[in-house]
């Protein structure tokens, strides 16, 4: 059987609106083991025939098959496998990759054999050339003839059927062109099938047939000396299995899937590397796109997280299932008369519904307090035994006052902590000591635990005394400023406050304009009001953070376009050595996430800082959380692949000898 069958190829391609011809009915027939050179004046279509054999384009008519096997009814991935596994190629301009080693060029095409099969040892095949002792040099530091023998040693490393080679030696010196064709002719002998173009009589004596090309068209087919010798047995190569065949021999058995695909990522992370590392400012820069997105994030987000903590702590000091019941003061600034609460609606108002277990009536007012030669304008609140429950304001040292003491109005007194430290200084114990209250002298028996403050007030900044002491020693009314009620925990919040307008408005009496004479505070809606407000804000603060990342998305996007460019070359010689588009696509997402890692990495360590930064020196409540470093992890992952896709997409659709002919 023939390995190569041509009938009636053609192939033109268009210089705007004028047609070239490359290929005009090209017939051709190539058994195994030939060694043919194709020669021809520039023009005569001896590289686009290359192009042909070598699965790098499609023909627009005619048939190519090769092995046996029509090419025309094969898919992307089916002529990759093809060109990985039954076809070596050999360039004028050695196509070897600057950042990798000689022993790494070599092994590049294993990188992309999709199927089980036998391959030879790539620093075997750099000794079968003479390069065992150059396997760690660098492209730069070999001569000419020395990287022709790499890139044949990098055709030869996965035992293809056939050898195509375009002017291998049209950029070296006479004595290496000798050595080069040497090799050429040895592997010949061995049974290789090998197809060359070149310009030279010189070259083209090496080999047993030479194809005359014009216009288009073979108008010679010569045969010299005698027929190809066989291959020894002991030397035969064995044929590599068409596309989606099983591979026979030790080879063939499949390794475990987890172990392939590990190794597939652990190679294409290595290439990312590798690529990124030969421009590493732009990759550096890149990063810190990423970087600086990934840290506002994790900043901000850990400034909402202690923002929401904050609140959620001090909202827990207030009580829980309190419903709270003021005059209506605006009443009287739009005209009218405002209703006064007193003690007894303080004793009678669990009346209104069932599920009010507890109450007690306040009142507060602003004061004057000396202590020491220091003085202090507090917030004098006064409550009955029963608030210290409601309010969760037993004392942290002392204790609270009795019903006993509020019954005989005594002047003991239970101050904030700022009033603390304003009237005794910082770690002075107050209890026992003597304030004055308006020039009242009181007792002080205990300090009240940490409330915290807000940017309205200080919520420390505060003195609670009996309330029978705070209505007739200090500020003579008889009219109570609000009453603070319990409601039971399964309670409809909304029921009882509509239960206590009713109550309100039938013990007063009051007409239907009136009705509005008590403000009603539920202050679970409150506190749920304030924590909704705290989670916006932190969303808030971690969605504007969020478009230094897309502007980060936007960088990563922009150099791996102009990476996709800049290697275009490149692209078409791994897809001429077998990579598919889905692996050139793989190659540029995993660069592209790669960076993203990299720069999430260190966002989140700085970010962090950063955090921990302001809570220290600002005293900010300040809390990094784990769900915000894996939320701004995963949205800089997935902007790399996000803002990757798009130049990865455009590198996979190139066309082979699109990409081979690009400079």
């Known amino acids: 059987m023939a390995l190569i069958e041509l009938k009636g190829l053609y192939k033109t391609y268009w210089m705007g609106s004028n047609p070239v011809h490359a290929l005009r009915g090209v017939s051709l027939r190539?058994?195994?083991?030939?060694?043919?050179?194709?020669?021809?004046?520039?023009?005569?279509?001896?590289?686009?025939?290359?192009?042909?054999?070598?699965?790098?384009?499609?023909?627009?008519?005619?048939?190519?098959?090769?092995?046996?096997?029509?090419?025309?009814?094969?898919?992307?991935?089916?002529?990759?496998?093809?060109?990985?596994?039954?076809?070596?190629?050999?360039?004028?301009?050695?196509?070897?990759?600057?950042?990798?080693?000689?022993?790494?060029?070599?092994?590049?095409?294993l990188l992309y054999t999709h199927e089980s099969g036998e391959a030879e040892d790539p620093a075997a095949m750099l000794k079968a050339v003479g390069l065992a002792s150059r396997s760690h040099h660098r492209p730069s530091e070999m001569s000419g003839g020395q990287q022709q023998r790499v890139a044949l040693a990098r055709a030869l490393v996965n035992q293809p059927q056939l050898i195509l080679a375009d002017e291998p030696t049209g950029n070296l010196d006479s004595a290496t062109q000798k050595e080069i064709l040497?090799?050429?002719?040895?592997?010949?002998?061995?049974?290789?099938?090998?197809?060359?173009?070149?310009?030279?009589?010189?070259?083209?004596?090496?080999?047993r047939r030479i194809l005359r090309m014009r216009d288009g068209r073979i108008v010679s087919d010569v045969r010299r000396g005698s027929a190809p010798l066989p291959r020894p047995a002991a030397e035969t190569p064995k044929r590599a299995p068409q596309a989606g065949a099983p591979a026979a021999g030790k080879a063939s058995a499949s390794p475990h899937p987890m172990l392939a695909l590990l190794s597939f990522a652990r190679a294409h992370v290595k290439e990312a590397l590798r690529?990124?590392?030969?421009?590493?400012?732009?990759?550096?820069?890149?990063?810190?796109?990423?970087?600086?997105?990934?840290?506002?994030?994790?900043?901000?987000?850990?400034?909402?997280?202690?923002?929401?903590?904050?609140?959620?702590k001090t909202l827990s000091r207030l009580g829980t299932n309190l419903i709270s019941v003021y005059p209506n003061w605006q009443m009287r600034r739009q005209g009218g008369s405002h209703v006064h609460l007193t003690m007894e609606d303080g004793k009678v108002i669990h009346q209104a519904h069932p599920a009010i277990k507890r109450t007690t009536p306040t009142v507060s007012q602003n004061v004057q307090v000396t202590a020491d030669g220091a003085d202090r304008t507090p917030q004098l609140i006064g409550a009955s035994v029963v608030y210290a429950?409601?309010?969760?304001m037993h004392p942290i040292i002392g204790r609270?006052?009795?019903?006993?003491e509020d019954d005989t109005r005594a002047r003991v007194a239970i101050i904030g902590l700022t009033v603390a430290r304003e009237l005794y200084g910082e770690g002075i114990n107050p209890v026992g000591r003597e304030i004055r209250i308006n020039r009242i002298p009181f007792q002080v028996i205990g300090v009240l635990p940490e409330?915290?403050?807000?940017?309205?007030?200080?919520?420390?900044?505060?003195?609670?005394?009996?309330?029978?002491?705070?209505?007739?020693?200090?500020?003579?009314?008889?009219?109570?400023?609000?009453?603070?009620?319990?409601?039971?925990?399964?309670?409809?919040m909304k029921e009882v406050e509509e239960a206590l307008k009713r109550f309100l408005v039938k013990r007063y009496k009051l007409p239907p304009d009136r009705e509005e004479s008590f403000r009603i505070i539920n202050e679970a809606a409150f506190r749920e009001a304030l924590s909704e407000t705290a989670r916006t804000f932190a969303w808030l603060l971690g969605s504007i953070a969020a478009i230094s990342l897309l502007v980060g998305g936007i960088g990563i996007m922009n150099i791996m376009l102009v990476s996709v460019t800049e290697r275009t070359h490149e692209i078409g010689l791994r897809k001429a050595i077998g990579a598919r588009p889905r692996d050139i696509l793989?190659?540029?997402?995993?660069?592209?996430?790669?960076?993203?890692?990299?720069?999430?990495?260190?966002?989140?360590?700085?970010?962090?800082?950063?955090?921990?930064?302001?809570?220290?020196?600002?005293?900010?409540?300040?809390?990094?959380?784990?769900?915000?470093?894996?939320?701004?992890?995963?949205?800089?992952?997935?902007?790399?692949?996000?803002?990757?896709?798009?130049?990865?997409?455009?590198?996979?659709?190139?066309?082979?000898?699109?990409?081979?002919?690009?400079?």
């Open 389 to 392: 429950d409601l309010r969760s």
């Open 30 to 109: 190539v058994n195994p083991g030939e060694f043919i050179a194709v020669m021809g004046p520039s023009g005569s279509g001896k590289s686009t025939l290359m192009h042909l054999l070598g699965l790098l384009d499609t023909p627009d008519k005619g048939s190519y098959r090769l092995a046996g096997r029509n090419t025309s009814s094969l898919d992307e991935d089916d002529l990759a496998a093809l060109r990985s596994r039954a076809i070596g190629f050999v360039f004028q301009q050695f196509n070897l990759l600057p950042r990798m080693t000689a022993l790494e060029n070599a092994q590049l095409p």
């Open 182 to 207: 040497s090799l050429f002719t040895q592997l010949n002998r061995q049974g290789l099938t090998i197809i060359l173009v070149t310009h030279e009589a010189d070259v083209a004596k090496y080999a």
């Open 275 to 312: 690529s990124l590392a030969t421009n590493k400012v732009r990759a550096g820069l890149s990063a810190l796109g990423i970087t600086i997105g990934v840290a506002a994030v994790i900043a901000m987000l850990a400034l909402g997280a202690g923002a929401q903590s904050s609140v959620t």
């Open 586 to 663: 793989t190659q540029f997402l995993v660069e592209a996430v790669v960076i993203s890692a990299i720069g999430g990495i260190l966002g989140v360590t700085l970010g962090s800082g950063i955090a921990l930064s302001m809570g220290y020196l600002a005293k900010w409540a300040i809390q990094v959380t784990p769900a915000s470093v894996l939320l701004a992890a995963g949205f800089s992952a997935g902007v790399g692949v996000i803002f990757g896709y798009w130049p990865a997409k455009r590198a996979a659709k190139l066309l082979p000898v699109d990409a081979l002919r690009y400079e």
């Open 451 to 492: 409330r915290g403050g807000n940017a309205w007030r200080d919520n420390d900044d505060v003195v609670l005394v009996p309330l029978n002491t705070a209505m007739y020693r200090v500020m003579g009314t008889k009219h109570v400023s609000g009453i603070d009620l319990e409601v039971a925990a399964d309670a409809n």
């Open 400 to 404: 609270f006052f009795t019903k006993m």
